[in-house]
């Protein structure tokens, strides 16, 4: 058997930008260059978001606005209907789509009987469409937080919301086995650590009833949770010792200053590892773990970071797997890091993005945690600007 040495192990080049930009016309690319010139600034994103919301609330017509400009950059559409484009454009490259219907509705019956109708249209989509490998969804979509969290309190629920939070779990139920019966594969997304205990509880759940045949549910594991290795570690083996499938996305974690912030008000040590290497260390040993235990527990990394991609790209090479071996992708967000969904697409792996659809409107809260997400940091330019810049260059010089 050929055996790989350091010297023979894959590398993808992520600063390709040819590949990475290859479907966008030098208009498009031009349009995503000012995007992410203007984001870059963070006076200007601070300032932008002020009169975004301002003016949304006066009704001021900027919905076209939006629409054609940081709404196009990461969005697919408001409805599924209009993510067509995106979904075959993706297709076409050997990029999956999971649609995920991001609108941060208000709490009440009416928003959560809307949102699981939604989150079934995606599932009964993926259902019919190859070119869609899973569905995603938030419990903050169909369940109350406040109940999220008194459910991982001391005290736990009270009698007054046992009746309220049962109702939600029965959405969850009926949306897990839609998945399950039409045989396609669900995230469930990971949240505040005051309410992902719950989360993972019920996701648990789900997945005793649902992945005895093949991994169905996925949970989500933030890294930069000091618990979250020991998690991952202890759901494996329970996944074992319970014989089901283990579905797990890794990522690093969405809500580092919102944790910050309320373990300092509320005065709790944070959950949250104390700098990035130690995140960045758990996130390449959950992969590994994974890997480890590929029988077991199918997995997706969901992440922007070049070297854990490569990291894993190089340990499957190691262990002789496949490229697109059926239980480990990559996945990205659209409207980011292309170089790293195209290329590695291009080089044979399984790769997916997130395509965030909704009305304009109920969508602004995610495209602004984009848009601060893409600001400089400490006056450092943001990786996406940079590549889109070098592509520019590139082509004025082909
Ligand atoms: C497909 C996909 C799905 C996702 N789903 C979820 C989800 O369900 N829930 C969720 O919370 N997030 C989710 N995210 C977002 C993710 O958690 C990260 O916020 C984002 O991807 C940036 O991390 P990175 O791995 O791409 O790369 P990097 O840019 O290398 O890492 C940035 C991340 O490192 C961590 N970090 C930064 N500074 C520090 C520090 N000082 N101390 C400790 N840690 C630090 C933070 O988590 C930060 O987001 C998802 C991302 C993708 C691409």
Redesign the pocket.
């Known amino acids: 058997m050929n055996k790989t040495t350091a010297s023979t192990l894959p590398k993808i080049s992520f600063e390709d930008t040819k590949i990475a930009f290859s479907a966008k016309s030098n208009y498009q690319l031009k349009k995503a260059y000012w995007i992410f010139a203007l984001m870059n600034q963070n006076w200007l994103v601070k300032l932008g978001t002020f009169f975004i919301k301002l003016f949304l609330f006066l009704h001021f017509p900027i919905k076209k606005l939006i629409k054609s400009t940081i709404f196009e950059q990461f969005c697919g559409g408001e409805t599924i209907q209009e993510c067509e484009a995106t979904i075959d454009h993706l297709h076409k490259l050997k990029i999956g789509t999971?649609l995920d219907y991001s609108v941060e509705g208000e709490e009440n019956e009416k928003s959560f009987q809307t949102t699981k109708q939604e989150i079934l249209k995606t599932i009964q989509k993926a259902h019919e469409n190859q070119a869609i490998p899973f569905a995603?969804f938030?419990m903050t979509g169909i369940f109350q937080v406040e109940l999220l969290e008194e459910f991982q309190t001391e005290s736990g629920l009270s009698e007054e919301n046992t009746d309220a939070f049962n109702h939600s779990k029965e959405l969850l139920a009926e949306i897990c086995q839609a998945a399950h019966d039409l045989k396609v594969r669900l995230?469930?997304?990971?949240?505040e650590s005051w309410i992902q205990n719950t989360i993972d509880q019920l996701t648990y759940e789900m997945m005793e009833r649902f992945n005895k045949e093949q991994a169905i549910i996925y949970n989500?594991f933030?890294?930069?949770r000091v618990d979250m290795l020991d998690n991952l570690s202890l759901a494996i083996q329970t996944a074992k010792d319970k014989n089901y499938f283990l579905g797990v996305?890794l990522?690093?974690?969405?809500?580092?200053e919102k944790e910050r912030q309320r373990a300092h008000e509320d005065e709790y040590s944070e959950p949250?590892?104390?700098?990035?290497e130690?995140?960045?260390h758990d996130?390449n040993a959950g992969t590994l773990a994974c890997l480890a235990n590929i029988n077991q527990v199918h997995f997706?990394?969901?992440?922007?970071?070049e070297?854990?991609c490569q990291l894993l790209i190089e340990e499957m090479a190691k262990q002789n797997m496949a490229k697109n071996h059926p239980n480990i992708y990559f996945?990205?967000?659209l409207g980011?890091?292309d170089n790293i969904s195209y290329n590695l697409a291009a080089a044979g792996y399984n790769v997916?993005?997130?395509v965030p659809y909704g009305p304009v409107e109920s969508v602004m809260p995610y495209l602004f945690r984009r848009a601060e997400?893409n600001s400089s940091i400490a006056g450092q330019t943001s990786?996406e600007f940079t590549l889109l810049l070098n592509e520019v260059k590139r082509r004025k010089n082909a």
């Open positions: 999971i995603v938030k995230f469930i997304d990971a949240e989500t933030q890294m930069y996305k990522v690093r974690g969405a809500y580092l949250l590892h104390k700098d990035k130690h995140t960045d996130f997706c990394i969901g992440t922007h970071n070297q854990s996945a990205q967000l980011m890091s997916a993005k997130y997400e990786r």
